[in-house]
């Protein structure tokens, strides 16, 4: 959590020509390296100093939380705003979107667009946006600028963007150099190609008659442990003052009243108080414990609110619970239904793409039903909870299926995945499988882009598998493309579980024994219970094993006997991994050091009533 009230500088109010920016991309095609370059080269940020502050942002280097930023470049303030790339946090930039004039597109020059790339340039059209587009990392030895800028075009035009839209001007840029140019081959040196044609080509923020009423809409939220819960607001109309009483108008209407206690205005990437703020600029705002997304703060009561900011649908859900399992509670600090319920609404403070049931129609006590936009959305969530010292188990993900008029739909997604032409055939058997139909191919060179469409269920735990079919030499995106008719049943499980029947210490010598019948998530060592799932089997069947079980000894010497044993490394379990591999009646147990996977019924006898039942 931020530490504001103690650390903050005040700034007294100065007009100023203003900027308003999003960067926006495909992941990692390089917003953060190139915002972190623009930082730099201004003196807002010293070298070493990321937008990527998050630690799980730093050690995956993608950016998973919107973030503000401003610089001064030639007397004007650019206000900057990096967004996430991957799709399960689209919820943030289409957000973003609507606080911003324009947008930096940046697009990979050896991969040209890709699915997030179209799905951010969609909304910022719609919005009547008019991007520049930033072709990044030509350097790359297989880079191909014209061909991603042709792209692009296609792109815009698919997308029905305007005859001005589609006229966008071009920079070339190597983020990680920290320069960019207008043709290729020019000497530039630094950025300042790039911050020109900001100057020249995004609309001045700050060209608003100051004596009109004040309007501003928060457009995300924060959270301090002394302010509480804060709005990041862009100021449309008049000027904001700290200290000031406001009313707060929801979309539909309705008003009440606030004040604002505390205001914060971004420089570089450090947040400093201030006493006023004008129209244009984008201001962080404490004193409004209760702020939603969207909402229009006045100092008028008889304004009109500003158009509603909608946030997307969440995709898939999950149940959280307290970990029960033999070793539940010996690792965490936070274990108890209570604790997990205090985490979650806090989480609700600022998450706002995550919708939480704390009780629900066939939910158990100290159950909570969580959905998200995805899992990786979910599993973010799990990492940050396990680092602060939470311990709880969760359910296998399932897709959120809505009914309309008697109607199911689910939602489905488009995959675009770039592999060697040699793995196509397995991809697309597999996906077939799993409900996808083939949209495009296109072939390049030695690789090939197959573009599918399927339900959402189908792509839930095929990631891993796509790994191992590509041999890890296989890119895949995907992007959800709205509510179709339900698909119907999808088998996606080709193995079974691999399960202990004993507790105590597992041996090198059974793990040994067990490893050819399919993949082991432990190694020796390694502390397991009866109805833990040690891995998984290549046949598909449940088979319930001793991994404790040692070899017998005897006085009688063999050289058959006396064979090496030789251990495969396991397959570590991470959260991702967790989810996408564990079946419907498991649970994934997460803790501070561990995360293990384990039967709901830990008895076998209690398993087969269950699938005598059913």
């Given at each position: 959590m931020?530490?504001?009230?103690s650390q903050?500088?005040?700034?007294s109010?100065k007009p100023m020509?203003?900027?308003n920016?999003?960067?926006i991309?495909?992941v990692?095609h390089?917003k953060?390296t190139?915002t972190?370059?623009i930082?730099?080269q ?5 070298a070493g ?5 998050n630690k799980l942002e730093q050690?995956?280097g993608i950016?998973?939380?919107a973030k503000?930023a401003s610089v ?13 790339g991957?799709a ?6 289409e957000r973003?979107?609507?606080?911003i004039?324009s947008?930096?597109l940046v ?5 040209g ?6 799905f951010?340039?969609?909304?910022s ?13 030509i350097d790359?030895?297989a880079?191909?600028?014209?061909k991603?800028?042709?792209?692009v075009?296609e792109?815009?035009l698919?997308?029905g ?6 006229n ?6 190597i983020?990680k150099?920290g320069?960019?140019?207008l ?7 630094d ?13 001045v923020a700050?060209?608003?008659?100051a ?8 457009f995300n939220l924060?959270y ?6 804060m709005g ?11 200290g000031s009483n406001?009313?707060?108008?929801t979309?539909?209407?309705?008003s009440?009243?606030?004040k604002?206690t505390?205001m914060?205005t971004?420089n570089?990437?450090k947040?400093v ?11 962080l705002?404490a004193?409004?414990p209760?702020i939603?997304i ?6 008028s009561?008889?304004?009109d609110?500003?158009p509603?900011?909608a946030?997307d649908?969440p995709?898939?859900?999950l149940n959280?619970?307290v970990?029960?399992?033999?070793v539940?509670?010996r ?8 604790q997990?319920?205090e985490?979650l609404e806090r989480?609700?403070e600022?998450n706002v793409?995550?919708r939480?049931?704390?009780s629900?129609e ?5 159950m909570?039903?969580?959905?998200g936009r995805?899992?990786?959305?979910i599993?973010?969530?799990l990492e ?6 939470y311990?709880?188990?969760?359910s296998?993900?399932?897709v959120?299926?809505?009914?309309e ?7 489905f997604?488009?995959?675009v995945?770039?592999?060697p032409t040699?793995y196509q055939g397995?991809i697309?058997?597999r996906?077939?499988?799993r ?5 495009n ?5 030695e690789?090939?882009?197959l573009i599918f469409?399927?339900?959402?269920r189908?792509?839930?735990g095929?990631?891993?598998?796509f ?7 296989g890119?895949?995106?995907a992007r959800v493309i ?6 119907g049943e999808?088998?996606?499980?080709t ?10 210490k ?6 040994w024994?067990l490893q050819?019948?399919g993949t082991?998530?432990?190694g020796?060592?390694?502390e397991v219970?009866?109805?833990m799932?040690?891995?998984d089997t290549?046949?598909?069947e449940e088979m319930?094993?001793?991994?404790t079980?040692?070899?017998n000894?005897t ?23 967790g989810l996408e591999v564990?079946?419907k ?6 803790t501070?050091?561990n ?5 709901q019924k830990?008895l ?5 009533k269950?699938r005598?039942?059913n």
């Open positions: 931020v530490q504001l009230a903050a500088r005040h700034f109010f020509e203003i900027r920016i999003a960067i991309a495909h990692d390089g953060t190139l972190d370059a930082l730099r201004t003196g807002a940020a010293e100093v990321s937008m990527d502050s050690e995956r950016t998973i939380y503000n001064q470049y030639k007397g004007t303030k650019i206000n900057i705003v990096d967004t996430p991957h399960d946090f689209g919820s943030e930039v973003v979107l609507r606080s004039d947008v930096l697009v990979d020059a050896q991969e667009p890709m699915p997030q790339t179209r951010v340039l969609k909304k059209l719609e919005l009547g946006l008019r991007p520049i587009v930033v072709i990044n990392k790359k030895p880079a191909d600028p014209a991603a800028e042709e792209g075009l792109l815009f698919e997308l963007a305007s005859d001005e839209q589609s966008f001007p071009v920079v070339y840029a983020g150099q320069r960019a140019m043709k290729l081959g020019d000497n530039s040196t950025l300042r190609p790039l911050l020109d044609v900001i100057l020249e080509k995004v609309p700050s060209n608003v008659d004596s009109k009423p004040l309007r501003a809409q928060p924060a301090d442990n002394f302010l509480g819960r990041i607001a862009r100021v449309y109309e008049g000027s904001l003052r700290a406001v009313f707060i108008k979309p539909t209407g309705e009440r009243q606030g604002i505390k914060f971004f570089g990437l947040r108080e201030a006493t006023e703020v004008g129209a244009g600029d984008i201001v705002i004193g409004i209760d939603e969207g909402e229009t703060i006045s100092t009561v008889d304004v609110a500003l509603a900011i946030v649908e995709t898939i859900s959280f619970l970990n029960n399992s033999p539940g509670g690792e965490g600090k936070f274990v108890t239904s209570r997990l319920r985490r989480e609700l600022v793409g995550l939480v049931e704390f629900y066939g939910g158990a006590e100290g909570f039903k969580v959905s995805g899992e990786l959305h599993a973010i969530l940050n909870m396990r680092r602060e010292g311990e709880m188990q969760v296998q993900p399932s959120i299926v809505h009914e008029n008697g109607v199911k739909t689910e939602p997604e488009e995959v995945i770039d592999t040699i397995a697309i058997e996906l077939g499988q409900g996808f139909v083939m949209t191919l296109l072939p390049h060179s690789s090939v882009r469409e399927g339900p959402t189908g792509l839930l095929y990631r891993n598998q790994v191992i079919d590509t041999k890890g030499e890119i895949i995106a709205g509510f179709r008719h339900f698909g999808i088998r996606k499980r193995t079974g579980s691999m399960i202990s029947m004993a507790s105590g597992a041996l090198g010598y059974s793990l024994n050819d019948r082991l998530y432990i020796p060592g390694t219970y009866e109805g799932v040690l891995g290549s046949k598909g319930e094993v001793n991994p079980k040692n070899k000894l006085n009688v010497r063999a050289s058959a006997l006396d064979e090496a044993i030789n251990l495969v490394p396991p397959y570590t379990l991470t959260i991702e991994r564990m079946a009646d498991e649970y994934l147990e997460v501070p050091q995360v293990r996977l384990r039967k830990l076998a006898s209690e398993r087969s269950v005598r039942q």
